[in-house]
């Protein structure tokens, strides 16, 4: 098992988005946070809904993460829905740019998490899905599963 796999702290995930879209390709990006930010994630105080990534001087930035105040702040809470900015390399940013320009495409958050101490976000370039793609996959996985379950204990060796 490799150690990276054994750092990881997973704080929240967004199921949804496997639904809404088709992820094409994923990355790691770092979150640039303030201190009651980084406790209020320990506790895990933090919601993907809604959330994505947005194109801002030659930078992305996280736009709708919510994470709840720090109870325990003393002085300025930052905003909970504040934009934050992805911290990753300027190669991996440029290319992010160039599909999201070109493609028309989004990035969204799949899963947010802890890795040896540093908050990281797993983001994914995703196409958005129409009603009916959703609806053909269903049935896809449906007739997959029936099929699977006719010939389960058919064939024994």
């Avoid at 770092?30 to 506790?43: F, H, P």
């Avoid at 129409?130 to 699977?148: G, H, N, P, Q, S």
Wanted: aromatic share 8%.
């Amino acid at each position: 098992m490799r150690k990276e796999a054994v750092d990881k702290t997973v704080i929240a995930t967004n199921r949804k988005a496997w639904h809404d879209y088709e992820i094409l390709q994923e990355w790691e990006a770092g979150l640039q946070l303030k201190g009651g930010e980084v406790k209020s994630l320990r506790s895990g105080k933090v919601s993907l809904d809604g959330c994505f990534a947005k194109e801002r001087g030659g930078e992305l930035y996280l736009v709708n993460l919510y994470i709840s105040p720090y109870r325990f702040t003393t002085t300025d809470a930052p905003e909970p829905r504040r934009d934050r900015k992805l911290l990753m390399h300027k190669t991996e940013v440029g290319r992010a740019l160039t599909s999201l320009r070109a493609k028309r495409l989004t990035v969204v958050p799949l899963e947010l998490y802890f890795r040896r101490g540093w908050a990281k976000v797993r983001m994914a370039l995703a196409r958005g899905r129409k009603e009916r793609d959703v609806r053909d996959d269903i049935k896809r996985k449906t007739e997959a599963r029936e099929m699977d379950r006719s010939f389960k204990g058919k064939f024994k060796g």
